[in-house]
């Protein structure tokens, strides 16, 4: 089986992207979790979490 040799300037670039999409991910999930957060302090809840006849405070 053959396999494919990078070269440094490939390898180098292949970092810097793969760090990029890392930081992008943590970042997305830094939002989503800040989001989350928000929402459930404010008391937001789902909409399959309402009850019929039972009332919120």
């Known amino acids: 089986m053959d396999t494919v040799r990078l070269t440094p300037e490939?390898?180098?670039a292949r970092r810097k992207r793969s760090r990029a999409i890392a930081v992008m991910?943590?970042?997305?999930?830094?939002?989503?979790?800040?989001?989350?957060l928000a929402n459930?302090?404010?008391?937001a809840?789902?909409?399959?979490m309402r009850w019929e006849g039972v009332e919120t405070p």
């Open 10 to 12: 490939e390898q180098a």
């Open 25 to 36: 991910l943590l970042a997305f999930m830094a939002l989503v979790f800040g989001v989350t």
């Open 40 to 43: 459930l302090r404010n008391g």
């Open 45 to 48: 809840q789902l909409p399959s």
